[in-house]
């Protein structure tokens, strides 16, 4: 019986050897794209450090990071709630309501962001604080933080918009069977399955806005960018600035990346069956 199964073995072992499997070897799954970008990132942090000219950039642009990560966050902020209101109308069922938050959306998305943000911070700012702020002026940091959460909100919208959808009317079916109102059961029954579908496409929106505060350079805000531009022109070292600037930018998108995927995978571990 133990010659028979010795015989077997290396049978058995061929017929198992021309088997797919699903496994992949370690090299092929080994995220080789981190290594380079992390070598990178050490190589700029060590010119950083080492080289005058690239400290010296590092020391002029860097206090432009607080105006940064701050427009950042106010402006997603902003565009979040807006998102979500003009998101929850387009699937109104008051017609007046629906029309009036796809306008909105439409007019938002049909036009680049470097007008709109002339046309709100240059046009529709100062025409609103002569007819209803009376007087009280904004500052173009908040004039460019309004401009880009109304940019964002309409892109929200639709994140918004998609994923309320993506939930089988059977769920508010459900809710409204309860005793819940229509109110309640977006709040309680909707909303929180959805956000399954809306978190990683924030997440990237959230990127997004951090990438384009550097357009509010062309209104004067002391963000990275403009700080760059600054120091490039007075030192005509426009290698250092920008080598500088990018390295910033790298850094902080990186960052999120990696803690969006966290969330991510946190959310989905149910898929997986992890517990």
Do not use: H
Not at 87 to 98: A, L, Y
Not at 147 to 153: E, V
Not at 165 to 185: D, H, K, M, N, Y
């Amino acid at each position: 019986m133990d010659s028979d199964a010795t015989t077997a073995s290396p049978t058995r072992r061929k017929r198992d050897a021309g088997r797919v499997s699903d496994e992949r070897p370690w090299w092929d799954t080994f995220p080789w794209w981190g290594v380079v970008i992390a070598a990178v990132l050490i190589w700029m942090a060590v010119q950083i450090v080492q080289n005058d000219d690239y400290n010296l950039a590092w020391t002029r642009i860097y206090p432009g990071l607080r105006i940064t990560v701050r427009t950042t966050f106010q402006a997603f902020g902003i565009a979040l709630f807006i998102g979500l209101v003009i998101g929850i109308g387009q699937i109104s069922r008051n017609v007046v309501v629906r029309n009036l938050s796809r306008i909105y959306v439409e007019f938002i998305r049909g036009i680049p962001i470097l007008p709109l943000i002339f046309m709100v911070a240059l046009v529709v700012v100062p025409w609103a604080q002569d007819r209803f702020l009376l007087g009280y002026r904004i500052g173009f940091e908040m004039r460019a933080t309004v401009t880009l959460a109304l940019i964002y909100g309409a892109y929200m919208a639709e994140i918004f918009r998609g994923g309320i959808q993506s939930i089988p009317p059977g769920q508010t079916e459900a809710g409204r069977s309860l005793g819940l109102t229509g109110r309640q059961t977006m709040r309680s029954v909707v909303l929180p399955q959805a956000m399954r579908a809306i978190i990683p496409p924030l997440g990237n929106d959230f990127i997004a806005v951090l990438k384009d505060t550097s357009l509010l350079s062309v209104l004067g805000v002391l963000e990275i960018t403009q700080k760059t531009r600054q120091f490039s022109a007075s030192t005509f070292k426009f290698r250092e600035g920008y080598f500088v600037v990018g390295f910033t930018y790298l850094c902080l998108t990186l960052g999120l990346s990696i803690l969006l995927g966290v969330l991510e995978r946190r959310m989905t571990r149910d898929r997986k069956g992890e517990r």
